[in-house]
Structures are given as structure tokens and as C-alpha cells.
């Protein structure tokens, strides 16, 4: 049996707490620990820029398989977020959700709660929404090395879980796992 390397496994769980610093955020200002505004400058930046200042430095030291996999991860991460994006806008759309969640999400990073969405929040608001799917896929290659694709659809659907039973969803005004919406939306039809 092979003896565990734990300056790799260390160097993994920095880059993942690191990478966990975004889809943090924003539970942790729905639980009142500070506004998505401060979190962000706070947390989210600097935690992306220490990620961004590892993976070069990966490089630069040649561990350029663990800064191929944090490239890989942060891609696969955000091509899902698009894919969950083609069918979460039309759904908000169609009015089977109660709200944009990425222009809240921009309002609130951008402290424009009481002014409303503008372009530039909306922006900032697909941004965070993208750096968040972004973080999510680094952090599953990091917890899998890379080796377990099988395990990504398991991951998603946890994360997904995750989300829906936050305090973001609770928030939002759709209850846990959005049972409130569904009621209101049966009412409808």
C-alpha cells in the first residue's frame, strides 16, 4: 500500500478552501454574518486571487499536473453553471421562479439593494454566479484528483441539495427546497 503524500493532500485542501471562499459568500451574508458587499471584499477576492497566485505558481514550480486539474475543474465547473443556465433563465422567464437569482446576487455584491438591478450589477451578478460553478469544479477535482469523473453527477446533485436546502433559498422566500414556490405555483394552474 502506498504511503499517503500529505504535503499533496495539504496543498489540495488549501486550494479548496481557497476555492470555497466564493460559494460561501453568499449563505454565509444570508445568515447575517455580514453583507454579500464586505463578504466579497473581504473573502470572495481574496480568496480568488490567492487561488489565481497558486495556479501560476503551480506552474512555475512545475506541479503542472495539479495546475492542469484546477484549470480543467474551473472550466468543467463553469460550463455546468451554463448548462444549469439554459434551463434556469427560461424557467425564471416563464415565471416558475420567483426570482433572478444572479441579479440578486449582483445587487447585493454590488450594495444596490435599494436601487435595484442596473447593467453592471447583472454583470457582477453572473460573474459571482460563474466563479461560483467555476469554484465548485475545482473543488471536486481536487477531492478526486481527477480520476472519478463517474462521481461528478453524485457531486452536482449534492451540491444542488446543498444549495436548496440553504439559508439562500430560505431567503428567497420559497421555503426549504423551494416547497413554498411549488404550492403557489400549483395555486396558479
Known sequence: MRELDWKSVSLRAILALL????????????????????????LVLPGAALLVVGWLTLRWVGLRRLSSLLAR????????????????????????MPGNLPDLMGVLLLDRFALGPSTGSTLAGFGYHFWNGASFGIIFVLLTWGCSRWLAVPYGLAVGVGFMASPVVQALGVGLFGVTLAGTLRQRS
Open 19 to 42: 476555492a470555497l471562499t466564493g460559494p460561501v459568500a453568499f449563505p454565509l451574508a444570508m445568515m447575517g454574518f455580514g453583507t454579500l458587499n464586505e463578504l466579497a471584499l473581504r
Open 73 to 96: 475543474g474551473a472550466l468543467a465547473g463553469a460550463v455546468a453553471t451554463l448548462a444549469l443556465e439554459a434551463v434556469r433563465y427560461p424557467a425564471f422567464l416563464a415565471g416558475w
